[in-house]
């Protein structure tokens, strides 16, 4: 009997070391450069072909996406929106439920605009430490909060908190339904105690950019908000369009003939 016990104690500890190489986290990052190149991801290219998930436009078009992180209010939402609609630029909002339920009004204008709301979990918990059950309800509680208050009644595309991931919770997203979505082009812009004015939030943005720049802002920055038309003023002056995740999904999962290119 002994015997048997301790053979189940070594299978057990075992397995439990197998869960853990399984369930290694990862946090996004890439190989950054000023010279207007696709940065690069290196093992995460694989990983991310495999499960469908993005983190640029590959195509070499000089298309630009903007993402938004929103998981509190700093007051500055409503200038983003406000350059955006002038300017006629899409953008995903990623929110939180903490967001949903503090600023409705914000998301119900996000939407009624003709913005994407994007899944960035309802309480931001790391998803590479609990279960697949545990990340469905955290997608499928914020899909339901943003149903109730806006005509999206849907959430597909999802953003980890941050930006935390491995090829587990990669695979299992994309068996719930989601397209993960990361970035290529991002800084230091989310502490609200270290704002650095809106001429450098311009500066690391023409730094780094590139074709198929998907871009990573927070709305909390005081910098972002007054950068935000410069911005898109100066990359429109380089042949840079604006477009929706919408687009560059359609565009690599509908044949060609039928999309128009």
Do not use: C
């Not at 999802?158 to 935390?164: D, Q």
């Amino acid at each position: 009997m002994r015997k048997i016990i301790t053979v189940l104690a070594l299978l057990f500890a075992m397995i439990g070391n197998l869960h853990v190489i399984e369930a290694s986290s990862y946090g996004w990052g890439y190989k950054k450069n000023n010279d207007n190149q696709v940065p690069e991801i290196g093992k995460y290219q694989a990983m991310l072909e495999k499960y469908n998930a993005y983190y640029a436009d590959l195509s070499g078009k000089k298309n630009i996406y903007l993402t938004f992180d929103n998981g509190y209010e700093e007051g500055y939402t409503e200038a983003v929106l406000d350059v955006l609609k002038k300017e006629k630029v899409p953008a995903t909002f990623f929110v939180t439920g903490h967001y949903v339920k503090s600023e409705p009004e914000l998301v119900k204008r996000m939407v009624k605009e003709g913005h994407i709301i994007g899944n960035h979990s309802y309480h931001h918990p790391d998803f590479t430490i609990i279960t697949k059950q545990a990340i469905q309800e955290e997608l499928e509680t914020l899909e339901a909060a943003v149903a109730r208050i806006t005509e999206q009644k849907d959430l597909k595309y999802l953003r980890p908190p941050r930006g935390l991931f491995n090829e587990q919770t990669l695979k299992w997203s994309n068996e719930l339904g989601y397209i993960h979505v990361f970035w290529s082009l991002a800084f230091k812009d989310w502490n609200v105690n270290d704002q650095k004015g809106w001429r450098y939030a311009h500066e690391q943005i023409m730094n780094q950019v590139h074709p198929g720049a998907i871009v990573l802002l927070h709305a909390v920055s005081a910098d972002n908000a007054e950068a935000l038309s410069h911005i898109i003023k100066d990359l429109r002056k380089q042949g840079y369009q604006f477009k929706s995740l919408d687009d560059l999904v359609l565009k690599e999962t509908v044949p060609k003939a039928l999309y128009g290119l």
